[in-house]
C-alpha cells in the first residue's frame, strides 16, 4: 500500500473545527447558516475509516462538511491515500443527481485544493447498517435504491451514451486508481491467502478462514471477479454501495460516499447491497431479545433482497426500451418486429448476466467483511463471539455457494431460500 | 461522422515530396540517408484510406515517412478525422516493439506536430494481401504473428501488469475514439441496416444483404460484439490486423499501421487476422487460372488460419504460466498443487472464452468487407461480378454461422472444416 507518496497540493491543510468556522465565514454559505460564526455548533464525526467530517449547525439552516486526508485515517500517514478521491467523489455525486435526482445530497461548495465537499445535512437521517440492526424496517428503501441503481448504471452505460461520450467517463474516472486498488487488494485478494491485514473471530472460525485459503475453486472465481473488476468500464459505480453508505429516514433515502466510484461493472453495486443486506440477515441472531423475536425482521429483510433485484431489473428494462440515445444495442438496426422481439430476449439475457455478476460480487463482499481487514459493525457489535461466529460462518456458507456455484441460482428467490436454509445450519466452529 | 471539427495545431503542414525533403535536410537522419539531399528518392505511395506515406531513398540507406492528414485520404475534408491518431499510433508502435521486437517497423523519428512518423522502410517486403492474392506461401507467417499476438495482448493485460500501469494505458488510449467511432459505425453497425456507405455486388448479393439485414439474432450477435468493443479493455490491441497491416518476406514478417490501437478485447485483433485469411480463402476461386489450380494453396490457408489460433494459444498460455507480476489471478493465490491444478484448468476456460470472441469478431470482420463500405482487394480485384459474388456469398454464409452459432465451433478445426464445407456449396445468387 506504501507506493502512493503523501502528496498534498499548495494550499492544503488539514481543517478542525475553528479552521472550518474561518473557511465558511468567507464564503457565500455563511448566509445560509445565519447568526454569527462564532455561534455556529460544529462538531467532526467522522466515524469512517478514511475522512474527517464535521455537522455544521447555524440558526437559519446547517450542512456536513467532508474532507480527504492524505492518508487513510484508520490506519493514519504510513497508508497514503490521494487526496483525488474527494475529486471523484464530487464528479460522482454531481452525475448521481443528475441521474437520480433526490437520492444524493445537495452539494453546496466544493473546494478542490482543500479536497472539501460541503453538501446537504441530513440530520433526520440515520446511517442504514445502525437502523438495521435496531430491526427497523424502511417501507421505501427498495424502490429508492433500485431507482439510484437503475437510473445511475443505465445512464453512464454506453446502452444510454454514445461512444464518444462513454469512453469520456471512462478517461475521467480512469485516474481514482489508489480507491479501486483497496478494492483488488482488500476485497478481491487478501481475504484468500494469509495477509498481514486479515482478521476473523478466532479460534471460531479458524477452520473456516482455512478452508477458504486451500478452496482452489473459490480462488478461480474470486481472480476472474477481480479481473471482470478491473477491466469492465460498464457504467459508473458507486463503488462501495453498502448500508453504511446508505442514509435513511422512513420515508427518505439518500446514497452517499461514492469517493470509490470508476466506470466498473454494474453487478459491483448491486452485489454490494445484496451483500449487506444478507449479512445484517445472518447477523440478527445476534441482535434479538429472544430466539425468533426478530423473525418478522428477518422476513423483511429477505423480502427486500428480493425486491431490490426485481425492481431494479425492471426499472432497468424500461428505461433500456424507453432509450434510443445509445450506441450499444442501436435503435436503428431493431426497428421491425422480429428485431424488437429479438432484441427484448436480448435484454433479457443481459439481465440474466448480471444478475450471475451481481451475486458473484455480492458473495465476494460479503467473504471480505468477515476474513479481510475492515468488518461490519452489524457483526462486529455482537459481544457473544460464538454467536457472532455462527452468524459469519452462516454468510461464509451462502457466500462461497454463490461464488462458486453461482449458476446454479437462477432467480433472486433462489438466494433468499438459501439464506433461509443456512440460517437454520449450526455451523461447525472451533471451541476455544 | 461530422461530428469531428477539422483541427491542425499551429505547426502542422501536409507534406508534399520537397516539403519532406527539406525536413529530412534539417534532421540528424539526413546523414542517415546519405549524398545530397536534391539526390534523394521521394515518392507519395499511400494506397490505403487515411494517411499520406512517402518513400526515402538516399545512397546510404532508406525510411518510410508516414503523415496523418485531419480528414479521410479516401472521402476528403468532408470526412475529418484528428491528427492525433498518428500519437496512437507512435505509441502502439512503441510498445509492440518492446513486447514483440522485431515484429515491428523500427521508429526513427516522430514529429508530433506533423503528426509524422519516419520508419524503417521495408523495401523488400510486400503487403501479405497482395501475396497471398498472388498464391504465396510464408511459411514463418503463424509463428510470427501469434508470437505478436500473444506477446503483445499478454503483456498489456493485467495478466501480466499492475491494475495501476494497466489502468494507465486505459487511460493513455481512451482518446483514441475517432478511430474506435469508425470501427464502431462502419464494422458494428451500418453493413446490418440500410446506410449510405454500404455497397455489395449487386444484384449478385441483394438477396444477402437484405437477409442480414433482417436476420435478427444476427443483429443481437453483431450488437454484443459492439458493446464487448465498447467496454472491454482487456489488452492494448492493434485495432486494425487485416492482411494490409502485414508486411512480409518468406522470412521476416511486420505489422504496421496501429492507428486504431486502444484497450479493447483481445478478440478484435485474433479475429482480425483469422476474417482475413478465410475471406481470402474463399476469393481463390477468382484467383486461380483453372479450376482447382490453387487447391494446394487452399490448403495452406487453412492450414494457416488453425495454426495462428493454435500457436497463439500455446505461447499465450506459456507467457501466463511464466508470469508473475500481473494482478490478475495473482499468484500468492494459486501456489499450492490444488491452486496451481484449479488455475490451470481456469487459464484454459479462459482461452475459450477468447475463442469465441475471436470468432465473433472474425465474423465481424468479414461481413463488413463484403457489405459495408471498405472492402478487400482479395475480393475486389476478381473482375468476374459472379465468381466474386460467388466467393463472398461463401464467406457470408461462413461468418453469419460463426456469428450466431459460435458456441457450436469448439475448435479451429471446426472453422477450417466449415469453410471447406461451404466453399463447395453453391450459393443462391440473384442474376442481372
Redesign the interface.
Known sequence: MG?TKLYTPPGYRILDVEGLRGLVSSLSLRSQLGGDPESWDIVEVGDGNLNLVFLVKGPNSGFAAKQALPYVRLVGDSWPLPLSRSHYEHAALSRQAEHAPGLVPAIYHYDETLALIVMELLDAHVIMRHGMIAGIVYPEFADDISTFLAATLFNT??LAMP??D???L??EF??N??L??IT?DLIF?EP??VAGNNRWTSPWLDGFAEMIR?D??L??A???L??KF?????AMIHGDLHTGSVMLTPEDTRFIDPEFAFMGPMGFDIGAIVANLLLNYFSQIGHEETAGARDGYRTWILETVEAVWTLFRCKFLDRWEACESG????A???G?P??S???A??RGAFLDRLFQDTLGFAAAKMIRRILGIAHNIDLECIEDAEIRATAEARSLMLARDLMVNTECYRDIQAVSAAARRINGLAPALRRP
Not at 478491473?230 to 460498464?234: A, F, K, L, Q, R
Open positions: 507506493a452505460s454506453t461512444a464518444e462513454f469512453k469520456g471512462i478517461e480512469a485516474g486508481t489508489a479501486c486498488k483488488e485478494t484468500y491467502m486451500e482452489a475453486d480462488k478461480c474470486i481472480s476472474r477481480k479481473l478491473m477491466g469492465s468500464p460498464e450506441d450499444g444495442y442501436p436503428a438496426l431493431f421491425d422480429f428485431g422481439a429479438a432484441l430476449r436480448e
